[in-house]
């Protein structure tokens, strides 16, 4: 049984040197035994850009996209540019290394390495995933939370790393268990300037007057891979889609909302700020079987 | 020649279950090799917290403060409350593994360790540091930028970590490269309604009319430690201290400035958002005797 597997890059980047004594592109190692440095500023800093990709029926699923958002935070951090094609191939093999499974997944984790020695550390990880069907028809119960930064400082304070996918995540857990504390399941931010941004792992997209929509771009929030597929799925079904800057009440007033994320795939918004919302059972289970079986 | 020495903590808090297998309360390992699990919350997520001390001839410098703010940042993040008695000795036991030497440093992490095992990670870096002195002679240049957050976030908004030393700390090395693409060294956080807040690895200190002041405490910022140990040093010298909101503009007109921390101590700031401050070399001198001297 292999429901876990690790590679272990040996060079991440074609622009940093390659690790000490290096032959192949990626070594497949024991993710049970201590693989990281001390060091590592993953480890010390989060210090770094990850991807997480779901895996249905052996196949990565939006890998080319995820490819292209994991060098986009790169370059948002000034890490050397992963090596795409290393990076493919040992997304393959840790897949090919998984017992068969209906659904798995894959973290792709890209690091400036250990403190002062130049090289990035780069790994990518594979499991098994459990069961999301609960979630996928049941819903979670959202609480709105203060995510800080206004909905431009992606353009104002680049700094900030607002839009890229950082080891930095700490403040993605701790809304979560405020979330809980408030007897919630999930989290969608507000910016300080009262706008919809993201769930912490996840993309808001909602339905209203037979449209599906999500908060524009160039908030400082991801582009959603998974939005980016479900999109699609609307396009293909005759219904229009689009991009909306908007508040926490504007969102309080559409049909249906979604948590759209690469492994749990569209979960429906089933309270919305203690208010119960309708989970249209049949459309969330044609987008979630869309996501599911999709080859792309 | 011993110039690191790593300790991991075999039951980092007494509030979840030691490790397998465990009978010391921690294990001197070799900080060249693996130690950590790609799977940890530390290298994943950011998910943990971290202290630096200072070692002046062998012996820590405000060990039991930065031990406390140790336990306020793992209380902040919902993080098992650190086994004090146990960090204190695997940090003296590092301590005593380096070498001689007359500046050394202290790293000390919890994470909340592997995803879904429920026990924490603790491990004790120690190093012997570089040669200061030019910094703490010449000083930094320094510009100022947006943190992004209100100055009251700490109370609004808990779950940001504001005030937290935690291991997200990919935004504090952004700005530092933001800081040389604009010619600089360091960086001053200016908050998103305006006040002065910290450096990404320091306190401010400056000085006017003969008195040291530090902005407020509850800014959503780090309690310095060395700024603690400053201010007893000036007022032993019958200077007064003081805590004070106010914006860079107000910044600009102190007669000094300085980024203190713990392992570069008192970096006189020379050069302030691309103006020419003076540097009181002998008040300077001073401050930093006193910082690398103190037995606390």
Redesign the interface.
């Known amino acids: 049984m292999t429901r876990t597997a690790?590679a272990?890059l040996s060079r991440p980047s074609l622009d940093a040197p390659a690790h000490d004594g290096a032959i192949e592109p990626f070594a497949l190692v024991d993710?049970?035994?201590?693989?990281?440095?001390?060091?590592?500023?993953?480890?010390?800093?989060?210090?770094?850009v990850?991807e997480t990709i779901s895996v249905g029926d052996g196949r990565p699923q939006a890998l080319e996209p995820h490819l292209r958002r994991f060098a986009r935070s790169a370059a948002t951090?000034?890490l050397p540019a992963p090596d795409v094609d290393a990076w493919r191939e040992a997304i393959l093999s840790v897949v090919a290394t998984l017992d068969p499974a209906p659904e798995a997944a894959i973290?792709t984790?890209l690091?400036?390495g250990v403190e002062g020695d130049g090289r990035p550390t780069g790994?990518v990880?594979g499991w098994i995933v459990g069961d999301h069907s609960r979630v996928r028809t049941e819903g979670v119960r959202v609480v709105v939370?203060?995510?800080?930064?206004?909905h431009d400082?992606e353009r104002?304070?680049?700094?900030?790393?607002?839009g890229a996918k950082?080891?930095?995540?700490?403040?993605?857990?701790?809304?979560l268990?405020?979330a809980a504390r408030r007897g919630a399941d999930d989290v969608i931010f507000v910016s300080?300037d009262g706008y919809v941004l993201e769930g912490p792992t996840s993309t808001v997209v909602y339905r209203r007057g037979g449209a599906l929509f999500t908060p524009g771009t160039g908030l400082g929030i991801l582009e959603g891979t998974t939005q980016g597929s479900l999109f699609t799925f609307a396009e293909e079904r005759g219904m229009s889609t689009g991009y909306e800057l908007l508040t926490p009440a504007e969102l309080a007033e559409a049909d249906d909302i979604w948590l759209v994320s690469s492994v749990r795939h569209a979960a429906p918004v089933r309270e919305y700020e203690g208010r119960p919302m309708r989970v249209d059972a049949e459309f969330t289970a044609a987008m979630n079987d869309y996501l599911r079986t999709r080859v792309d």
């Open positions: 690790l272990i993710p049970t035994s201590p693989q990281l440095s001390a060091l590592d500023l993953a480890a010390t800093r989060g210090d770094g990850f951090l000034d973290k984790v690091s400036r790994w990880y939370l203060d995510r800080g930064y206004r400082v104002t304070s680049p700094w900030l790393l607002a950082t080891l930095s995540y700490a403040v993605n857990r701790a809304v268990r405020e300080s």
